[in-house]
């Protein structure tokens, strides 16, 4: 037992730990490969290809450019709120060290004077002591208030930034439909954003403030102990900043990684609210179960694999940038006063040699610490790299979408047998020609983003006034066709000509009930400014609720500045009849109605698309009832297999449908 005592000495110790840090650290990474030996020879190609077009997240000169960028949006003028804020927290630090060399100057007369037994002095010290600490506090908060009102107007400028790109004209649809470079916008919209935010300020001050306490301390200690001292830290700041930034370098990468996760926990969570009672009506509840807990699994195995990487390389950043320094500051300190020939001290009493010695030992020390503050801020970096990325990653396909790009796996064109020559398809191809009054399509395919072909060449016009029934079985690009009109999916060849998108309306099968009061169900997307300006009075929305025989919900809810769940509280039925009434608001030149009547009455419907023929509504409808087929005059019938007829309804016509 005394022979293991004297094993388990300091150096060896030491010894141990580094060698159990090292083996957690080859522990880990042969983990993580083991972990990715097991997937198979498909999925792992696919990882690959994925990780080839990951934003790489390391502190780097790539790094610099892109939080440049990003800090442009955040500080957008040399004269602005956030550059007050800035200064603010720069003169505070100034402020709070001087703060600091002042109180350790102080404190050490204070212990003087209390081993000199000097009763004088000691109250003379300690009253200018107590005298100080408010306007010390003062200094300590308006810092703390200076961070966190920086943290939220930096927020507020990238987050205002980011949503006007993301919320421009089509984009927040583009980027979940059309783009699949963003799994969940919102996760980074969010909570990526605060912590990006967040890093950022803390970083400013955890970096600022100990550059600032080493050029003071340096300054101080150079007249105290000599220039070799100061240096010799500097230099030991040098080197083990690079070392421990070589062995941060998978913290970016793993921050990335850790974000995604949670954005696919939360959206699974999301799902489930949302979709609770169709998935209820399934009693699908075990099977989200397992969905929800695999989700989980894999965010709480990253995150155990991401807290051991963080124990072993926090265990080698305390001894490098706290125990370590501490060493070379002893080392330092003690040079003139270790050293019985150095002329400083050759006359000093034992007094004089104490406060000296305290004086600049702890000046030493403050800035030793400052050193390791530096050393450890790296980490933080390098976890900020990591957010850079993501942020700069949603920036840039907010930029190419809105400026028409978008990347997405396209299919293969051809097929077994299939001898035709593929299509070229490059989305945005295709010409739009805004005209009133007329739809006209001019050999435009039908083509989803992914690049499946519909229909190869769609060639038909309709002018206002004519009614067009779309019909064809589930699949064959009745939808799709609405998008190309709205102007959701890229052209991919051919001319399409329509009107701006303000006189054309979409009307689904499962209308859209927006937040606000019932007055705004019948408006949206207007507000009443809107409405005010366009000169039409609550008691014409009022008619307008009566033509869909929706007049006594006006009286059952409260009237127009009643505010619900109106996704809860209207029917089916009484949510497509609203969704009616706001087109009748609205006024458009041409309407899709898409299975928009289906919990409609017969009566209530037929009223419905007699009153939109009189108003001047021309309607594109999607319906399988037969009933409709006299409120058109055209049918444009596709048949899923690529084919299409457009033709005029007459009484030879066949009417299909139920």
Request: with cysteine; charged share 25%.
């Amino acid at each position: 037992m005394a022979a293991y005592s004297k094993f388990l000495t300091a150096r060896h110790s030491a010894i141990a730990g580094a060698a159990a840090a090292c083996a957690l650290l080859c522990l880990l990474s042969k983990r993580r490969a083991a972990q990715h030996g097991k997937r198979s020879g498909k999925a792992l190609q696919n990882n690959e290809q994925k990780e080839g077009k990951k934003e790489r997240a390391m502190v780097d000169r790539v790094f610099i450019a892109r939080i440049c960028r990003i800090l442009k949006i955040m500080v957008p003028r040399t004269l602005c709120k956030e550059t007050g804020y800035l200064l603010l927290i720069a003169v505070m630090l100034v402020v709070r060290t001087y703060c600091d060399i002042w109180m350790i100057q102080n404190g050490t007369v204070i212990e003087s004077a209390i081993i000199g037994r000097s009763r004088k002095d000691f109250k003379k010290y300690l009253f200018n002591f107590i005298a100080a600490m408010p306007a010390i506090s003062l200094v300590n908060n308006f810092l703390k208030y200076g961070l966190n009102e920086l943290k939220l107007c930096f927020r507020v400028r990238l987050t205002r930034y980011l949503y006007e790109e993301y919320l421009k004209t089509y984009t927040y649809y583009k980027m979940g439909n059309l783009d699949n470079r963003i799994a969940n916008p919102d996760q980074l919209l969010t909570q990526d954003v605060e912590k990006f935010c967040n890093s950022v300020v803390d970083l400013y001050s955890n970096l600022s403030k100990p550059f600032l306490d080493i050029v003071l301390y340096i300054f101080k200690l150079t007249s105290a102990i000599g220039a070799q001292g100061p240096a010799s830290m500097m230099a030991y700041l040098i080197i083990s900043g690079f070392f421990l930034t070589r062995l941060r370098r998978p913290i970016g990468k793993m921050t990335i990684i850790e974000q995604k996760y949670e954005g696919e926990y939360r959206y699974v969570n999301s799902r489930l609210i949302t979709n609770s009672e169709e998935i209820a009506f399934y009693n699908g509840n075990l099977r989200e179960k397992q969905t929800i807990h695999k989700t989980f699994r894999k965010l709480v195995e990253h995150l155990h694999n991401f807290i051991l990487f963080r124990f072993s390389m926090g265990f080698i950043d305390t001894i490098i940038a706290k125990y370590l320094a501490t060493v070379v500051g002893y080392l330092v300190v003690s040079r003139p006063f270790l050293n019985l020939s150095d002329p400083r001290h050759q006359n000093s009493t034992h007094a004089e040699l104490l406060e000296d010695y305290y004086q600049s030992g702890r000046m030493l020390l403050r800035m030793s610490q400052a050193l390791g503050r530096i050393v450890l801020a790296g980490r933080e970096m390098t976890r900020l790299a990591g957010f850079t990325a993501r942020i700069t990653e949603l920036m840039q396909v907010l930029k190419d979408l809105n400026s028409g790009k978008y990347q997405r796996t396209m299919i293969s064109q051809e097929k077994d047998g299939d001898k035709k020559q593929p299509l070229s398809l490059i989305p945005g191809s295709g010409e739009i020609i805004n005209s009133d009054n007329l739809i006209k399509f001019d050999h435009v395919p039908l083509v989803t983003p992914n690049g499946d072909v519909l229909i190869e060449d769609l060639n038909f016009e309709v002018r206002s006034g004519a009614n067009v029934l779309i019909c064809g079985p589930n699949g064959c690009g009745k939808s799709s066709l609405f998008r190309v009109l709205g102007e959701l999916w890229p052209l991919f060849g051919g001319r399409l000509t329509k009107p701006v998108r303000g006189k054309l309306f979409y009307v689904p099968q499962r209308p859209y009930m927006t937040l606000g009061t019932l007055r705004d169900q019948v408006i949206y997307p207007d507000t009443l400014e809107d409405q005010k300006k366009k000169g039409i009075s609550d008691q014409v929305l009022k008619e307008y609720l009566d033509n869909v025989q929706l007049g006594p919900i006006l009286e059952r809810e409260g009237g127009w500045d009643s505010v619900q769940d109106w996704m809860d509280v209207l029917s089916g039925g009484e949510k497509q009849r609203m969704a009616m009434a706001r087109l009748f608001y609205h006024k458009p030149q041409f309407a899709i109605l898409d299975e928009c009547t289906s919990a409609v009455s017969v009566d209530v419907e037929g009223y419905i698309y007699s009153h939109c023929r009189k108003v001047g509504i021309t309607l594109f409808t999607v319906s399988h009832r037969k009933s409709l087929w006299k409120h058109h005059d055209f049918y444009l019938h596709m048949d899923g297999r690529g084919n299409y007829e457009f033709k005029k309804i007459t009484e030879d016509t066949v009417e299909f449908g139920s």
